[in-house]
């Protein structure tokens, strides 16, 4: 049977999405449990490929076929919209509004946006727009990706001298350790990833997940939505924060409401206020328009881009 060619585009966000869109496309980027691109893949039951800039198209090289189906990368997978794409034809486009979120595309063919059937997106679907997305929409992102991952399998066995509230919502990969720690899943799903560790003593509480090869430190203080990359190592107290992989926040410290890179290191007891002095409205650094933006968040903490020291 033939199989359809499917390539993901950076879009419009990308400079919104910067710094950590200068050494990834969007597609790479982590919310949830899984990557943009992961979580099309499992979706659509197929691997895909990247229009990006320039300079990172050697690394993220886009293999064009005869017939392909382009993907706006801000967009994640939901049900209706994978089979609205998966049902796409020629000269046929989906919309959100007036952004183009998929279209059909002929080996070098120049799109006329004029000359297209366009249908409108249907349902709800979770778009990553701003870096503060990243954590902002993170819960509903773990809480897709779960039922994704673990649908129609089973977790292995929660150890005897671990806590478990709401048992159903956790599931376990193989190879993960987790001695005498308390997974309180009431408020959102727990994943540990295979071959994770969570050291004895560790608090934590959904939505979260923990990427392969990842570790919780001793006594770590985490509350959801929470995702540790793989990969990586925290401890300290740790609360609505995306660890993209690779990074460690190894010691005791707070870190809310933030997004880290790869590869990046926080020292001991580094510590972020993520919430102002004065209660007022939190702005950012906008790479975009090189001046601060407005976020509507009361409660914003660090946006650390990749190979990043702080300590």
């Known amino acids: 049977s033939f199989r359809m060619n499917y390539i993901l585009f950076d879009g419009e966000n990308r400079e919104a999405l910067l710094p950590f869109t200068y050494t990834r496309p969007v597609a790479d980027l982590r919310i949830g449990i899984l990557t943009i691109r992961e979580k099309w893949e499992l979706s659509l039951g197929a ?7 320039d300079y990172l198209s050697d690394k993220y090289p886009m293999v064009e076929m005869e017939q392909n189906v382009m993907i706006n990368a801000s967009y994640t997978p939901s049900e209706v919209l994978v089979t609205q794409i998966k049902n ?3 000269n046929q486009a989906v919309f959100d509004g007036d ?9 070098d063919q120049e799109i006329d946006i004029d000359t297209l059937e366009v249908f409108q997106i249907e349902g709800t679907v979770l778009k ?4 503060w997305d990243i954590f902002s929409k993170n819960g509903a992102a773990i809480k897709a990706d779960f039922k994704l991952l673990t649908e129609e399998r089973t977790s292995a066995p929660i150890p005897e001298n671990t806590v478990a509230f709401n048992p159903e919502a956790i599931f376990i990969e193989e190879g993960a350790k987790l001695p005498l720690c308390v997974l309180n899943a009431t408020d959102g799903p727990i994943y540990i990833g295979k071959n ?4 004895e003593g560790s608090l934590v509480r959904g939505p979260f997940a923990l990427c392969e090869g990842s570790t919780l430190k001793m006594g770590a203080k985490i509350y959801g939505p929470t995702t540790v990359g793989p990969h990586s190592k925290v401890g300290g107290e740790v609360n609505n924060s995306v660890f993209f992989g690779y990074s460690n926040k190894g010691h005791d410290g707070f870190l809310g409401n933030s997004v880290i890179g790869e590869w990046c290191n926080l020292g001991a007891d580094t510590n972020n ?3 102002k002095n004065n209660y007022a409205e939190v702005r950012i650094w906008s790479y975009e328009t090189e001046n601060f933006a407005k976020t509507g968040l009361q409660f914003c903490g660090l946006m650390m881009g990749d190979h990043s020291k702080c300590g």
Do not use: D
Not at 47 to 53: A, D, G, L
């Open 88 to 90: 796409l034809k020629e």
């Open 99 to 107: 952004t183009m979120v998929a279209f059909f595309s002929l080996e």
């Open 128 to 131: 990553v727009e701003r870096t």
């Open 196 to 199: 994770a560790e969570i050291m």
């Open 273 to 275: 206020s993520n919430l």
């Open 47 to 53: 691997t895909t490929t990247t229009v990006t800039e």
